[in-house]
């Protein structure tokens, strides 16, 4: 699997730990923070099974073909340029405003990166959801959407949502998981996840 945009390797990291039998490569366009992200590799004993390789979505290196992964994920900036303050730190700008790749772009090297029938999953904020599913629409079906809800009775701010490659089937919109509990600390549920492994029903 890929993860296209892969920071310093958190998400590749804890998909490599709940799947032992993953292969996965990540692509992140920031030189050091690719570099940061193969140590923390090799310092988790993944360097056999994680790869990390500094490159650019809009020109993917060779090593990346066309349909080589069952499964992309990503965590794209969640702001269009021209909206939000930029942070002043560059790497946390570019990690939450869109550069040169917009979403569109990020959504277009997803499906190419993924094998026919192959599965795509992007992190976003629930605002976006209506250019995300459109970006999506008409290459792949089976759209599966899974709100992160902060609390009970607060709307989502952030939601998951899986899709498959040039498959046709219906959205399904899914109960989603509830973060915090009425005193702030997580559910039981979030903590399932963020401490146990669990996985999300997608």
Known sequence: MLDLGCGAGAAALC??????????????????LARLAAENAALNGMAGRVAMIAGDLLRPPPRLSPGMFHHVMANPPYLPQGSGTPAPDPAKRAATIEGEATLADWVRAALALARDRGSVTFIHRADRIDALIGHLAGRAGDI????????????????VVRARKQLAAPARLLPGLVLHASDGRFTAEAEAVLRGAASLSL
């Open 15 to 32: 998909l490599a730990a709940r799947v032992p039998q993953v292969r996965i490569v990540g692509l992140e366009l920031q030189r050091e």
């Open 144 to 159: 599966a959407i899974f709100p992160l809800w902060p609390a009970a009775g607060r709307a989502a701010s952030r939601i």
